[in-house]
């Protein structure tokens, strides 16, 4: 399977746990995204790389939120401390920068988080 | 000011039918991209199809086509012969040409429903 990949699947913590999550893109994209779902609601924008530089980061993004791709391949999120309000699924995109599609972002699964 | 309106939080089709899901979007660039994307309940983002802000004629793929009216700011969803597979959510979402990461923005989904 070459589409992107997301680890977990299904993550259950008690509040102020820390959780880390994993995403694996597409292999040949530069451009890798993370973005929050919550239940009944659109995705939004958290926080994008390319390469393996965080080029912008999202006011959703509180400072408990920290996220990484050291090598321009997979990316962590880690949540630190995690909230009942951080409940949601965690859709994480890549994309080719420049590519004909105009930069189409293929999503993966997701991670649904549940915070006891 | 929401950036992406879906007014229709839900929708019945029948079977065979066409629908139309409605977007309206909100923005001063001039250059930008409007997306709609699927959502199974399984949860992965599905792109269906992309207009370009300086397209001249509307998107279509396959039985997906995109009804663009620029003046009006709106990017309607139409799906044709609408088939049992096609129940799910709906996500119209847009990129804005200023913003270097294209990162998008979604409107808050369309449940679509096809009955038998």
């Known amino acids: 399977d070459t589409g992107v990949s997301q680890d977990p699947r299904h993550k259950i913590t008690k509040r102020g746990q820390n959780v880390t999550f994993r995403c694996d893109p597409i292999?040949?994209?530069?451009?890798l995204y993370w973005y929050r779902q919550t239940l009944g609601q659109g995705p939004e924008f958290l926080t994008y790389?390319?390469?393996?530089?965080?080029?912008?980061k999202s006011r959703l993004l509180s400072d408990r939120f920290s996220a990484e791709r050291p090598k321009g391949s997979f990316s962590t999120l880690e949540i630190q401390r995690t909230e009942q309000g951080d409940s949601a699924m965690y859709l994480c995109?890549?994309?080719?920068?420049?590519?004909?599609?105009?930069?189409?972002?293929?999503f993966g699964p997701g991670t649904r988080l549940t915070v006891l | 000011a929401q950036k992406i309106t879906q007014t229709q939080p839900g929708m019945f089709v029948q079977e065979k039918e066409a629908v139309t899901l409605d977007c309206t979007y909100d923005?001063?660039?001039?250059?930008?991209?409007l997306f709609w994307y699927k959502q199974p309940s399984s949860g992965e983002m599905i792109f269906l199809i992309y207009?370009?802000?300086?397209?001249?004629q509307n998107a279509t793929e396959g039985r997906y086509s995109l009804n663009f009216q620029k003046a009006r700011k709106s990017a309607n969803l139409v799906i044709s012969a609408s088939q049992l597979g096609d129940s799910a959510m709906y996500f119209c979402?847009?990129?804005?040409?200023?913003?270097?990461?294209?990162?998008?923005?979604f409107g808050g989904g369309t449940r679509l429903m096809v009955k038998p």
């Open positions: 923005t001063s660039d001039p250059s930008y991209g």
């Open positions: 995109a890549s994309s080719l920068a420049g590519s004909g599609r105009d930069n189409e972002q293929f």
């Open positions: 979402a847009m990129r804005e040409a200023y913003n270097a990461g294209n990162m998008l923005t």
């Open positions: 790389f390319q390469n393996e530089a965080q080029l912008e």
């Open positions: 292999s040949e994209h530069n451009r």
């Open positions: 207009q370009g802000s300086y397209d001249q």
